[in-house]
C-alpha cells in the first residue's frame, strides 16, 4: 500500500488549495478514504472522511462549509480542495485509509496560512 500526497503550500488567509492523494497498492474503490492534519505541538487530528462510492462525505465542524473531500475512484485518487483558508489551518495534512487490522498514512503535505 502506498499513499502519496501533494498540493500542499504557503497560501494567504482566505485563499485556496487542493491536496490529492494517490493511491496504490489495494482496490482504492472499496476503502473509506479520509483526511487528517496535525498541527505543530498538537494532536494528530481527523478533518474528513469520504465512503467507498463517494456518496457519503463527513468532516469536522472547524472545517464545514469550506473544505470539500472528493474521489476519483478510476484515478485512485482522493482530493481535498480548501477554500477560506485560515491560519489555524496551517498543518500537516495526511491522507489515511484502514484496512482490516491496519491502518495507512501518507508521508503528509505541508499546509501554511499566513500573510
Known amino acids: 500500500v502506498q499513499l502519496v500526497e501533494s498540493g500542499g503550500g504557503l497560501v494567504q488567509p482566505g485563499g485556496s488549495l487542493r491536496l490529492s492523494c494517490a493511491a496504490s497498492?489495494?482496490?482504492?474503490?472499496?476503502?473509506?478514504m479520509s483526511w487528517y492534519r496535525q498541527a505543530p505541538g498538537k494532536a494528530r487530528e481527523w478533518v474528513a472522511g469520504?465512503?467507498?462510492?463517494?456518496?457519503?462525505?463527513n468532516y469536522v465542524d472547524s472545517v464545514k462549509g469550506r473544505f470539500t473531500i472528493s474521489r476519483d475512484n478510476a484515478q485512485n485518487t482522493v482530493y481535498l480542495q480548501m477554500n477560506s483558508l485560515k491560519p489555524e489551518d496551517t498543518a500537516v495534512y495526511y491522507c489515511?485509509?484502514?484496512?482490516?487490522?491496519?491502518?495507512?498514512w501518507g508521508q503528509g503535505t505541508q499546509v501554511t496560512v499566513s500573510s
Open positions: 497498492g489495494f482496490t482504492f474503490s472499496s476503502y473509506v
Open positions: 469520504i465512503s467507498s462510492g463517494g456518496g457519503s462525505r
Open positions: 489515511f485509509m484502514r484496512s482490516t487490522g491496519r491502518d495507512y
